[in-house]
């Protein structure tokens, strides 16, 4: 049974450019969060989406960033017109559906390096 | 606002012995608790959690202890093993996702 799997590992882009995350959840989960991790700082929760809704944003930045968990295929986390701020690693979990949400297993991770 | 605190970014312990990791949290509405384990470049791995209504929570060489009046948790790990070195990571939330993570504390177990 295949982990959280999250593509690319590593992303390099210039300021300006659009970054995109892809998260594909374990097999059978249908939640899906969006963590961020800037240098020598925990996890910061971003988004909570389930297949075709974002549950919760509160923890996205008002600009320039969006997710989305589209009915088929993987969610995407996007970020647009990078800013050297937004390099850090982000971290995708997923847990399954109904009342169990307590437990969330994450992806190794995408680091976002902006030059 | 950092609600959820480890202090100590880093702990050696020499490997037999016990571990134990501290956090502290400031959000008395926190009612579900969890220690995640991070190896480099790999994302956080569930290790054990505990809810508000116990204090107590064992999984093997791993027990977590919440002290509610302090607003405290504590991990334990023994007996300590090499491959236990990582960082580790509590969360803290209430509901059921949303989770706010302290900053980690970096274990090393010294053979």
């Known amino acids: 049974n295949a982990g959280v799997m999250q593509n690319p590992r590593h992303l390099v882009r210039r300021r300006g450019q659009e970054a995109r995350l892809r998260c594909s959840p374990m097999k059978g989960h249908s939640h899906v969060y969006w963590y961020r991790q800037l240098p020598e700082e925990g996890l910061k929760f971003m988004v909570y989406?389930?297949?075709?809704?974002?549950?919760?944003e509160s923890g996205m930045p008002k600009e320039r960033f969006s997710a989305e968990f589209p009915k088929e295929g993987p969610s995407i986390l996007r970020i647009q017109q990078v800013v050297r701020g937004d390099s850090a690693a982000y971290f995708c979990a997923s847990s399954p559906p109904g009342l169990g949400t307590y437990e969330q297993y994450f992806g190794p991770g995408t680091r976002l390096t902006v030059t | 606002d950092q609600q959820v605190k480890q202090n100590s970014p880093s702990l050696s312990v020499q490997e037999g012995r016990i571990s134990i990791l501290n956090c502290d949290y400031t959000?008395?509405?926190?009612?579900?608790f969890l220690w995640y384990k991070k190896y480099p470049a790999e994302g956080p791995t569930f290790l054990i959690s505990i809810s508000s209504i116990k204090d107590k929570n064992e999984d093997g060489r791993f027990t977590v202890f919440l002290n509610k009046s302090a607003k405290h948790l504590s991990l334990h790990i023994v007996p300590s093993q090499p491959g236990d070195s990582a960082v580790y990571f509590c969360a803290a939330g209430s509901g059921t996702y949303k989770y706010i993570f302290g900053t980690g504390t970096r274990l090393k177990v010294l053979a």
């Open positions: 959000n008395s509405m926190f009612d579900y």
């Open positions: 989406l389930q297949k075709e809704n974002i549950i919760d």
